[in-house]
């Protein structure tokens, strides 16, 4: 399981010391199977000269993807340097260093300078902001068009997974852990800011749906 977390230090020092595997990983497997769901449910939408806004953006496999299909120009902002340092890698290995830019922070707190975007994009990252509300409704004011996320599905086996590694980090008092959230109550307000659902498919952990206004 992966997350980007609300916790800058200790996410951006956890996931910078991640970075060279993922890159390592996506070199080998390609997306993951929840970013290919991602990934098909946006290209059915039609990504020609869209513009991307990848919020949690890792490595940046996901919408340099996109980039190769056809979108025009992304933007990733992640927490952890080191992974705004391996997209950045990645991008000019893809040639796409032109079309790609990134910035290191925490998109809650600074959506303001973000700019807006056709597709907007969250991988697994809503379970790991505390104030998941505050995410959703700040990303989906960027939003032109395509919204996609995903996010741990709500079957007993994987919320007592979550709900574990909660209890866990609360213990030992990581600098950063995941969260559960009504995620029933996250797709209703998605659907209350006007967006329909066009795409979902599940792999055993993950949800993963593609939104358009």
């Known amino acids: ?9 200790g996410a951006n020092t956890f996931f910078s010391e991640e970075a ?6 996506f070199r080998k497997k390609g997306l993951a199977k929840e970013q290919r769901y991602l990934a098909e449910g946006i290209l059915s939408t039609n990504v020609t000269g869209k513009s991307i806004l990848e919020i949690g953006s890792g490595v940046g496999g996901l ?16 927490l952890a340097e080191g992974m705004v340092d391996g997209a950045k890698q990645l991008s000019h290995e893809m ?9 290191a922070g925490d998109f809650a707190h600074i959506a303001d300078e973000i700019a807006e975007a056709d597709i907007v994009i969250l991988d697994k990252v809503v379970c790991c902001y505390e104030d998941v509300d505050d995410l959703v409704a700040k990303s989906l004011s960027k939003t032109r068009g395509v919204y996609a996320l995903s996010f741990p599905r709500p079957i007993f086996p994987v919320k007592l997974s979550f709900q574990t ?16 959230h009504d995620w029933d109550a996250m797709l209703k307000k998605i659907r209350a800011d006007g967006f329909q659902e066009v795409a979902h498919r599940d792999t055993f952990v993950w949800a993963a749906y593609v939104f358009r206004r």
């Open 1 to 9: 399981m992966s997350c980007r977390c609300t916790s800058t230090e």
């Open 20 to 25: 060279s595997q993922y890159l390592k990983k």
């Open 63 to 78: 919408h340099l993807t996109l980039l190769k299909d056809g979108a025009r120009a992304a933007f990733g902002i992640d």
């Open 95 to 103: 040639g796409f260093s032109d079309r790609a830019s990134y910035r």
């Open 165 to 180: 590694m909660i209890a866990i980090g609360k213990l030992f008092k990581w600098p950063f852990r995941p969260y559960w």
